[in-house]
Nanobody
Framework: QVQLVESGGGLVQAGGSLRLSCAASGRTFSGYVMGWFRQAPGKEREFVAAISWSSGRTYYADSAKDRFTITRDNARNTVYLKMNSLKTEDTDVYYC????????????????WGQGTQVTGSS
């Protein structure tokens, strides 16, 4: 059974940085893609970034490509999302997810999801 556990969320002042972690377990992840999504109350869950476990190829939403960086540590089965220059509008619950195939930016192509971690940007 695949398990994804996010951590690293919290309260951060606007302009600050935060690094989210997603520890994955339960199967071999090589050859597949891990992604980060965000969701505000009452809104659709939206794509932030994704990374291929094998090649390290990365994918970003336009809103994330200048400030966020996704990386992975294959030995630890952990994916990270480093967020810089945080804004108050980055306040959301952030989820990591794992897909077996499909479009890395499409949430419906992800099969497994973590429980989410809250990120709050304060002014």
């Amino acid at each position: 059974q695949v398990q994804l556990v996010e951590s690293g969320g919290g309260l951060v002042q606007a302009g600050g940085s935060l690094r989210l972690s997603c520890a994955a377990s339960g199967r071999t992840f090589s050859g597949y893609v891990m992604g980060w999504f965000r969701q505000a109350p009452g809104k659709e869950r939206e794509f932030v970034a994704a990374i291929s476990w094998s090649s390290g190829r990365t994918y970003y939403a336009d809103s994330a490509k200048d400030r966020f960086t996704i990386t992975r540590d294959n030995a630890r089965n952990t994916v990270y999302l480093k967020m810089n220059s945080l804004k108050t509008e980055d306040t959301d619950v952030y989820y990591c997810a794992f897909q077996l195939g499909g479009n890395p930016a499409r949430k419906n192509d992800y099969t497994y999801w973590g429980q989410g971690t809250q990120v709050t940007g304060s002014s």
